[in-house]
């Protein structure tokens, strides 16, 4: 139990196009979830909390216009990197906890690479 | 504000040697405390948390992580490492009631040799 699944598991794009990303809790709803971040050799970054919903809450330097989150469903949320810039090739991780859950449960990350 | 440090960056070790990792966090209330282990390119595995009770905390893969209250510290060990334990481990606390709001270290790479 508590699978949470992450789609695509890399991408490559163009500089200024945008990227979606999809995280979804496969066997249980999520009320809440999280996106991280993780550059090369270097830790995870909360960047923001997601409440099925309602809009996200970000983290102090992450910029809303540009990582557009949406959590319309209690399975899914997902994450667009607009007008993507080669600083925003990253690994990007979701997590997925349920109001039943004391923890959350992880994707297993997608690579973007802005070209 | 809360925070998670390991102190070590790189650790090598031989296989079937012991192996400890260090964490220490900062934080106001009573941590909930994670061990996750990454391998190249991949996502999280969670090895081991503690909530509340025994300190001593068993995992799996054969790890386990005693929680210290008085020395904010929440270490991680393995009595004999395979070679397939090399990967970067973070510790987190949980900056959220429900657990599930994580700050991580900054991790510590570990090698492993034959």
């Known amino acids: 139990g508590a699978v949470v699944s992450q789609h695509p598991s890399w991408v490559i794009c163009k500089s200024g196009t945008s990227v979606k990303i999809e995280c979804r809790s496969l066997?249980?709803?999520?009320?809440?979830m999280f996106w991280y971040r993780q550059f090369p050799k270097q830790s995870l970054m909360l960047m923001a909390t997601?409440?099925?919903?309602?809009?996200?809450?970000?983290e102090q330097g992450v910029e809303k216009d540009k990582f557009l989150i949406n959590h319309a469903s209690l399975t899914l949320s997902t994450l667009t990197v607009t007008s993507a810039h080669p600083e925003d090739s990253s690994f990007y991780i979701c997590?997925?906890?349920?109001?039943?859950?004391?923890?959350?449960?992880f994707g297993q990350g997608t690579r973007l690479t802005v070209v | 504000a809360q925070s998670v440090t390991q102190p070590d960056i790189h650790i090598t070790v031989s296989e079937g040697a012991s192996l400890e990792l260090r964490c220490n966090y900062s934080?106001?209330?009573?941590?909930?405390l994670f061990w996750y282990v990454q391998s190249p390119g991949q996502g999280l595995q969670l090895l081991l948390k503690?909530?509340?009770?025994?300190?001593l905390v068993q995992g799996i893969k054969g790890f386990e992580a005693e929680f210290k209250r008085s020395q904010s510290s929440f270490n991680l060990r393995k009595p004999s490492v395979h070679w397939s334990d090399a990967a970067e481990y973070f510790c987190?606390?949980?900056?959220?009631?429900?657990?599930?709001?994580?700050?991580f270290g900054g991790g510590t790479r570990v090698l492993v040799k034959p």
């Open positions: 997590s997925a906890s349920s109001n039943f859950n004391t923890e959350a449960f």
């Open positions: 066997d249980f709803q999520a009320t809440t």
């Open positions: 997601s409440n099925e919903g309602s809009k996200a809450t970000y």
């Open positions: 934080y106001g209330a009573t941590p909930y």
């Open positions: 503690y909530f509340s009770g025994d300190t």
């Open positions: 987190a606390v949980a900056t959220s009631a429900a657990g599930n709001k994580l700050t």
